[in-house]
Each structure stands twice: as structure tokens, then as C-alpha cells.
């Protein structure tokens, strides 16, 4: 149109001067013979003037087609800018729409702790801090420092955001003595050298293993005015055949946490199977497991002490503030008598029906009566000190046991209330290096340090008409260290930490006759080898079996070789721990050891999903 404007213009202008010399020779006329020199000279000029104005024209027709390629230029631009633009609003919305609590910085390893810079990760390459207040949500990873641009981290199906985790592990453990436990170790079977243990306690083992690689999923969506998670995580450490490492080693996929989280406002309700609320968490009280503490080792039953279950659960949590959340957990029960994950057994009177007891047994307490389910509180606070991140909190737990007895005729219940008390902190000393401190005291709640102690003894009949009675076990454990994050591409972590169990024992039968030492049957927990009047008649390795104190120190380096936001990282991780346990009473005769000791060393290398 401007073209056609400017064209018409020029017509115009031409023909002006045109009308003009017509008009004039009308109204001369009789004199047009005396100026006919003039009227050259005017036409002359007239054509000067619309030659110059053709080339006016020409150069504003070349002006605003240079203008009308740079308007189309600039409409694909801006077209460009808003599909941006328009990516950004997404991963916006994303982030603005997860609920609570993310990841702080300086966790390195997946398998332990932590998150990679994808949202979920259980794991972890090096995390990102982020605000306290809300879990991660699902977005793109950041720009490569090369310059390299990051793929999408998840798809979308309708209005939900699905992000896939996990990671690809090849493991080498090497242990001396023999503990036989796969690549998780049963820390409380640590052999003594004693004559029932040989040849294991004489000789090492060494294995390799793929079980560790995970897989899993998070989904993200916008659920009755609130924001969800979904989340589902599994292994290959599941049951498998007692020959699987001869040929095949098909291990079994399994279900480590699957749970949906709902959180809206300041409140956030969840429900399924995961982490324990007493298992220390590194930021406020949120159930991703990147923001949980289980340290950072490659042992996948990782750090002695360590207060941890993965169990079906039901909690609530309220986030008073973006530094402080109180949460209420209602979690599995189990009834636990010990003999699970290498610890000792209690020995019980004779008479009482044992399957009222998980005795780490086949049926792994599926069909184990349980009272009342575990009940859990937790606070915690997270505060900035000094530009720094803060984590403090305390636990609490409460849990019943409850036992029937059949005599003469007659059914009787005792009932018994055990509890425990955890406090942590995960304390960012100095810019990336970390200072972990975990505490837990328990009357009844041995199960909970990865079942290394009983929750319970029972006591015989005071006579045949009194039932068997139920009495709650002391124990407790500690576990202190330090993760530091050197380098973008390197995590420094070592931890000391131990395990005390209490004893109760007690008379439980008729004592034997003959000639001194005579057997006095006894049982209970931490039974001595000799008794008033003669010996316990426990076993050799019942006797060995149940721990006083265990201990465990652990340093490790984790290096990460090469990390893509597009495809990944790849990175080695390496522990080195020392072992040890005593038992409460030492068997005479033969090898008498107080102590046993242990070694061993983990490398396992790790591709992590983008």
C-alpha cells in the first residue's frame, strides 16, 4: 500500500506541471509566438524536476522494501521469543506448582543421598540448592558451562509432568573375614575367630554385582486445588534363588518407595511406602529421598547406626514456615524378637509360641499379630546462618507390643509400651562442607537401627495361671561425620558411628541336678556363660550372637568423571570401613576372642540418568 501510495504521488506531481503549461498557452493566446523560448526553457525544466522525482521515488520504493524484510526479520524473532518465553512460563508453572522441600547442596552420591541436578534423583551427582519451602519439581537441567543445550528432563501426558530417575551401578565389594551377605552387609554376623566360624572367618570374599542399578519414575500434577506427587522407585536387591550366582544372577526387581504426596497451603498429606520419618532428613521434613540422610555410602545397607526403615505409612505435615515443619507419621509395626539382617536372637521361655515374634524368620512378619501401629512426630528447622544451610530436628517414637498365653484353659494378654527419642543436624560448616551428627535412644525400638537389636524379651510365667510377660530392650546408636563437596567434581565423606544394645536375662526353668557346674536354663537377652550354680546351656553361637557394641568407621571419595545435561554423568564411588563387635558374654575354651574385626572396600562405578 505505502508503494501504491508513493506511485500514485508521483503520477500526480508529473502531471502537474503538465496541466500547468496547458492552462498557460489557453489564456496567452495570441501571444504564444513571442514566447516560445520560454516555454522550452519551462519544459526543460519540468522534465528535470519529474526525472528527479522519479528517482526520489525510486529510492523511497527501495527504502520501504528494505524496511518490509526487516519487519519480516523481526516477526521471526519475536515468534522465537515467544516460544521461549513460552517454555520458561511452563517450567514456571512446573516449579511454582510442586509441593514442598528440595535438596541442599553437597550430596554427590546417588545411591546414598542423593539427587543429581535432575529434580528427583535420588541421587546425585552434586544438588542443587534450592528453596526449603517445597520438593523439587520437574524442569529442564541447566546449561551446560560449555555451552551445550539441555534436552527436556521429562514429557508431559495431559496436564500431569512425568520425570524418569535413576541410574546404572556395577559394584565390586571386597570383605576380610567372610561375611556372606551379598553387597549389603549384615553388620551384627561380623564372624568371630572362633572354632563354629571357620573356615569363613579365615578366608575373604570378593564379588561383583549389578543389583544396585535403579530405575523409577515422579510424576507431578494438580490435584483438587493442591499440587501431587507421584513417586515409585525400585532395585534388583529383591529375593532370589540360593543359586543365582552360579549362572544366570537374574535378580529380582523390587519395590524400594512408591507413594503418592498431596500438599496444599501450608499442609501436605502422604500416603505409601517410604523412607521412615525417624530416618534423618537433610532438609525440613520431606519425603524425596534425595533429601534424606542415609549417607553416602555404596553399601546398600548403608552406615551402622543409622536409624532408617522403608515402611507403608500415612503421615501429615504442617509447614509453619519455609524454616520450620512438624510432621505425625502412622507406619508398620512389627513385633521384632532380633534374627534379622545378622543380628542375634533373644532366647524365650519354653512354652511361648515364637510365631508372636518376627524372628527374622521366612515370613518376614507378614503373619506376625501387631497391636497398634507405629506412631511418629517430628519437628524441624532449617534456617539460614551466616548464608549458610541449617538443619536441626528432633524425633519421637511410640509403639505397643502385645503377647497372649494359653494355660490351664485360660487366655491372657500382656501388653507393653515402648518408645524412642532421635535428635539430628546437618550443619553446613563452611561453604559446601558439612557436619552430620544423628543420636537415637530406644526402650523397644531395636528394630529400627536396621534391626540390629530386638524391640523385646518376654519374661517366663510367675506360675501356670500368669501369662508371659512382655518387657521392652534398651538400645541405642549414634553415627557422626562429615561430607564435603571439594569440587564440583568431587565429594569428600567419612563417618564414625555404633551401635549399644542393653541385656535382660533371667531365670526361665528348673535348674539341673548332679554335680556342679549344673545348667541354669536362661533367657532373655546378653545371657551370661555363667550363672549362679553352674552355666546358661545357651550355645556357643547364641552366646556370640548377642552384641553389646558394635562400631563402624567409614571415608570414601566419590569423583565424577564426565556430566552432560543430555546425557548423563558418570561418575566412581569408593568406601573403605572397619568393623567391630562384642558380644556380652565370652564362651571359655578354645579361641576366646572379646572382639571381632573386619575390612571392607567398595568401588562402584555410575551412570546416572540426565
Known sequence: MRALAGWVLAVSLAATPAFAAGSGGDSAGTSTSTNDNSNSTASAAAKTDASSLEAEIGDLRDLIDSQAKQMETQNEQLKLEQQKMQVLEEQLKAVTAAPSESAKPAVSNVSASAPTTSPVATATVAMPSVPAASSPAPAAAPADPQGEQPAPLFFRIGSATFTPLGFMDLTNVFRSPVIGSGIGTNFGSLPYRIAGNFPGSGLTEDRFSAQNSRLGIRVDANIAGGQAIGYLETDFLGNQAGTISISSNSYTLRMRVYFIDWTKGKIEILGGQDWSMLTPNRVGINPIPGNIFFSQDMDTNYQLGLVWERTPQFRFIYHASKAAAFGVSVENPDQYGGGGNGSGTIVTPSGFATSQLDEGGSSNGTNIP?????????????????????????????????????????????????????????????????????????????????????????????????????????????????????????????????????????????????????????CGYGIPVDVPGGVSGVSQSTAYSQNRFMDEGTIGLIPVFWRSPNYGALQLITQYSYLSREPWAVVPGGLTPTRAHGSMAYVDLRYVLP
Open 370 to 522: 501387631n497391636l497398634f501401629p507405629d506412631l511418629i512426630v517430628k519437628a524441624a528447622f532449617d534456617p539460614m546462618v551466616m548464608n549458610r544451610d541449617f538443619h536441626f530436628e528432633v524425633s519421637g517414637l511410640l509403639n505397643e507390643f502385645r503377647v497372649n498365653t494359653f494355660s490351664n484353659n485360660t487366655s491372657m494378654n500382656s501388653t507393653a509400651v515402648g518408645g524412642a527419642i532421635s535428635a539430628n543436624t546437618n550443619l553446613e560448616i563452611i561453604k559446601n562442607f558439612h557436619f552430620i551428627a544423628n543420636s537415637f535412644w530406644s526402650d523397644g525400638a531395636g528394630r529400627d537401627i536396621f534391626g540390629q537389636a530386638p524391640d523385646l524379651v518376654i519374661h517366663p510365667q510367675a506360675n501356670a495361671s500368669s501369662p508371659f510377660t512382655v518387657a521392652p530392650l534398651h538400645s541405642g546408636s549414634f553415627l557422626t561425620g562429615a561430607e564435603w563437596q571439594v569440587k564440583p567434581k568431587l565429594m569428600v565423606y567419612g563417618y564414625y558411628s555404633g551401635i549399644y544394645i542393653g541385656r535382660d536375662f533371667f531365670q526361665c526353668g528348673t535348674p539341673g541336678t548332679g554335680t556342679p557346674p549344673v545348667t541354669v536354663p536362661t
